[in-house]
């Protein structure tokens, strides 16, 4: 690591299939892999002559035939190596040697399903002595081993009489003889840890004040601490964090956190974290004045496809949806003099993969999702009082905003909650931060959380927002939604391959009622629709290779007339456009799979662009943005690849002066889904104009096919230098 910064010394290639697991020791310079290709591999890599070198020590067939779902490595002696692994199958598999060479020296079976987690740690701090194994498996149990220095066995495995009874296939005892290069090993049985109600998924070792810690993560949603009780000899169960799922249903929308995939220690061992199915990070601290665990601030995020984002109208926000079937609102924690964003809502837990989203006005938006209709949603006033107290975003509207929603069992639908949702009569919130009681209401859940943002648990129970509307008229899943920026009319598209669905359909946002007859233009899936800065265009792309302009009836504003298609705009299909936000100007960017991005002013042409610039890989997402203080615009261009780009354009020409990226720390694992520019001109939200002009003329929103979201800011400070917000 060079000035606190990673940096990558080698990338290790081989393996024909997905890496599942990594296994490394301290000091020794090696680290083994496990693959679906079924293969283990041993790795070295040493510093020679400054220069990082990386070699294959050997590649292990595993046999019988498994995928290795976890490897741990541990030192033996001076120069011998232990290494273990498991995955698909009921036993563990032991291997002794060293560098040279490893070889197969024992199977420990007792599980009764896959192993999913192994972990090893040497009872002793310093100088030779046991090793303790744990092995975590889908049958619910922990098993732990001991690796005996010597060919014999203890004392208390001697004494050790177990009757034979149905559960002797779990409690054998059976001593496994190994060897590495210059130690040998008996390996028994030592304990069997009860106490998960689902899979386990890992398990972890930490050295506490002399004395050895087990943390395991469970499918039940619970982090569990083993500690080794002295008097009895006995492995218990001292610590239990998480949730008991049966008091909040089976699924996020009623609470439910899913399940943890992982738990770990923190370096001294005062905090876990554990990442679940709803991808959040929790994180809790042992309080050592009160001997209790409390729960902190931790990090959520999407786990699945991003696929669209939307700020607010006035850039206080920022809406997300995804692959997840989740609607996430983020927004920037001001937090004395430092500011970060965290995710202050849960507004849509959904049954279908969600595709688009529109904010309408500043409190409604309007999502899209696989099914045939789109659904309108309302800003709670447990919402709008969480955003002003953590945020400082004000709402004028906030007096007359509904109190909270909730999701009914086996409903799609957020509904309603009656009255003030039990606000007044609250009961006492809980000691933890951030963590109310079981029976709290929705409501109570976000109004008591002070000024922190809400925690995981109270992110899925009570942050949704009420549904108000359904839009039907569609005949196949939603595929792109946009309202224009006064909020009047919403447009609509779905997916289709013939011209009776690839219509647009418009709605009155008055009365929710479709504006009839749809707009006919395209003959395949519209990919996007773009209303113009002033509302008086309609711009919209397809797969059909065009786009096509329509054009706000002077006469009557809820009625847009067809103005102008180009069926031959691209030589592939059309994935993303936006307008230039200049009132006078008719300008505006298309870019798709042939690579190109296309800059077309009405004014001059409608058949051949002004501008068109060569991308590195298909174009997936623009975004444009006018710096008035140096007449430039400046178009982000995000690809397949996952990179992101800015072109500085003349505003006189459409030219390009200059281009520039953010970094590696920006470029995405896979394809952008969409990007857009945050409205400067806030005024709230912990993002003043002022704050905007100072630090930087644009942030970014990004999203990716690889489930995260980033927000990028481009520097006033010489035009090219971009940084990761």
Known sequence: MLSNQYRTIGILEGHGSSINCLGVINGRQVLASG???????????????????????????????YLPLTVVLSASGHDGLLLASAGTRAEIFVYGGSKRGLTLQATLDGHEGWIRSLALIAEKRKGDGDILMASASQDKHVRLWRFRIGAGISRNVEQ?????????????????????????????????????????????????????QLLSASADSSLAIWDHDRQSNAWLCTTRLGEISAQKGSTTATGSMGGFWNGLWSSDGQSVVSLGRTGSWRLWMYDSDYKRWTQGLGVSGHVKSVIDVAWAKNG???????????????????????????????????????????????????????????????????????????????????QGLPSAADVPVLGLSNKLLEGNGGISSAPAPSPVANVLPLDASPATAVMQAKSYPPAEDDLARSTLWPESEKLYGHGYEISAVCASHDGSIIATACKASSLDHAVIRLFDTTDWRELKPPLKAHSLTVTSLQFSVDDAYLLSTGRDRQWTVFERDGG??????????????????????????????????????????????????????????TASAPVTAVDIIFIAAEGLLALAVGTERGDVIVHFVDQA???????????????????????????QATGQGGCSTEDNLRASFGQLAVAGEDSSLKILALSLEGVGRAKEA
């Open 316 to 398: 206080s926000y920022l809406l997300s949806t995804g692959a997840d079937q989740t609607t996430r609102l983020h927004a920037e924690w001001i937090d004395g003099r430092h500011r970060s964003w965290h995710e202050f809502g849960r507004p849509q837990i959904h049954g279908y993969d969600l595709n688009c989203i529109a904010t309408v006005g500043e409190v409604q938006f309007v999502s899209g999702a696989d099914e045939k209709l789109l659904r309108v949603f309302d800003e709670p006033k447990a919402t709008a009082e969480l955003l002003r107290r953590c945020c400082g975003i004000e709402n004028a509207q906030e």
């Open 35 to 65: 693959s679906a290709d079924a293969t283990i591999k041993v790795w070295q890599v040493k510093l020679v002559n400054h220069q990082w070198e990386i070699c294959i020590l050997q590649t292990i067939q595993t046999s019988p035939k």
């Open 653 to 679: 020409t459409l030219s390009v002066q200059s281009s520039c990226g953010f970094g590696d720390s920006a470029t995405f694992s896979k394809a952008i889904t969409q990007l857009m520019w945050r409205p």
């Open 556 to 613: 009557n504003q809820l009625v847009f007339r067809l103005r102008v298609p180009n069926p031959e705009a691209h030589s592939r299909m059309i994935l993303s456009a936006c307008w230039v936000p200049i009132t006078s100007e008719r300008i505006f960017v298309t870019a798709g799979r042939d690579k190109m991005c296309k800059i077309w002013d009405l004014q001059k042409s409608d058949r051949e662009p002004v501008t068109t610039i």
């Open 160 to 212: 050790t009489k177990i009757e034979k009874t149905c559960f002797e296939s779990l409690l054998s005892n059976r001593t496994h003889r190994i060897a590495s290069s210059t130690v040998l090993y008996s390996i028994t049985f030592e304990a069997l840890l009860l106490g998960h109600d689902d899979w386990i998924y890992t398990v972890s070792w930490k050295r506490i004040g002399g004395r050895l």
